[in-house]
Each structure stands twice: as structure tokens, then as C-alpha cells.
């Protein structure tokens, strides 16, 4: 090999190397920020956020900060109503749409003696990046929740109950399960099971 030749296979090798090196750079730098992007808008849409939403109660809005809201019967009386999560919301996806919605059962206690238990549901909105709390489905007065279960869309509320003709003042002992699930934004209940 002349002089000329090896001098033309350097600068050829010396080429694809700074070629390698910057279209290296080029893709390490650029599957990062995808990667990142990726993992940041999959934090983004999966983070529901049941206890600080609103939810209706027959048409009534209540929103919960922290889990808790209190709420004045009327202008100028001190009985207010009171709204707080019992338990842990369960996460579960509810309308098949990839992110972990939550389903919750809530107090409401409006100064007397009763103690009513909601089951309502918080969904994901993806496009707006938006908790959106659900109707609450009354429960019952002085229950006792077990637990809240959610199998292939379909939320499962167990509690013990009373029987018809027992007082208030009876411990609740009947065991009672009742089935929920969305139609659309909507909480319904499963009349099927």
C-alpha cells in the first residue's frame, strides 16, 4: 500500500468514527428524553386522586379536601354536614380505559343521629388530567362496612346490616353484598347479580 492509500483509509476510519460518535450521541440523547417523557406522562395519567374531588349526593356537590368536608345545613344555623372517606379507597380500572380509577365508600352525617354510607367512584380523566368524582349510591343509616372489592369493572360493597323491623339501636348483624359498576360516568347499580 502507497503512502497515499493508508493516509485515505485514516481519514476514512477518523470520518466513521466522528460519525458513529455523533449519531451515538444523537440517539442516546434522544431515547433519554423519550424515555423520560414516556415515564412522566405515565406518572401524569395514573394518579386518580379520590380524596380531593367532588362527588353528588342526589344532585348536591360536595367537595372533599384531604378526604373531609363540611358543609352548613343552611345560613345561619351551626348544624353543618359532614362528608369524610371511610377506610382506604380501593384502585382499581373501572372503565377499561388502562389507568386505576378508585372506588371509596363515604360517611355523611347531617347533625342527627344517623350516619349514612355512600359508595361513589373516582375516574382518571386522561385529556385533562382531571380526578372526576361520581354519583354516591346510598349504602344505608348505621351500617357497618366490611369491604370495598372491584373484579373486572364490577365494585362489590360488603357491609352488615339490620333486618327490616330491627331498631336503629340493634347491632348491625346480616350480612349484605351489593354490585355497582359505570355506564359511562355514571355509578349504577347491578341489579343482575
Keep these: 500500500m502507497n503512502k ?12 466513521v468514527l466522528i460519525l458513529s460518535y455523533f449519531a451515538y450521541k444523537y440517539y442516546a440523547e434522544n431515547l433519554v428524553q423519550m424515555y423520560a417523557t414516556e415515564n412522566l406522562e405515565q406518572k401524569i395519567i395514573t394518579v386518580v386522586d379520590p380524596l380531593n374531588t ?15 368536608a363540611q358543609i352548613n345545613i343552611a345560613s345561619g344555623l351551626a348544624e353543618k354536614i359532614e362528608v369524610s372517606v371511610f377506610g382506604v379507597p380501593i384502585f382499581e380500572d373501572l372503565n377499561n380505559d388502562g389507568v386505576k380509577d378508585a372506588s371509596l ?20 380523566d386522561v385529556e385533562n388530567n382531571l380526578t372526576i368524582g361520581t354519583n ?8 357497618m362496612p366490611q369491604s370495598v372489592l372491584v373484579d373486572s369493572g364490577k365494585i362489590t360493597a360488603n357491609y352488615l346490616d339490620r333486618k327490616k323491623d330491627e331498631p336503629f339501636s340493634t347491632q348491625p348483624s346480616i350480612n349484605v353484598s351489593r ?15
Design 4 to 15: 497515499n492509500n493508508i493516509i485515505l483509509l485514516i481519514f476514512i476510519i477518523v470520518v
Design 54 to 68: 367532588t362527588y353528588s349526593f342526589d344532585g348536591r356537590l360536595i367537595r372533599l379536601v384531604n378526604g373531609k
Design 105 to 124: 365508600i363515604l360517611v355523611y352525617a347531617q347533625g342527627g343521629s344517623g350516619i349514612f354510607y355512600f359508595i361513589a367512584s373516582a375516574l382518571k
Design 136 to 143: 354516591a349510591i346510598y349504602l344505608g343509616d348505621r351500617i
Design 179 to 193: 354490585y355497582f359498576l359505570l355506564s359511562e360516568k355514571t355509578l349504577v347499580e347491578d341489579l343482575g347479580k
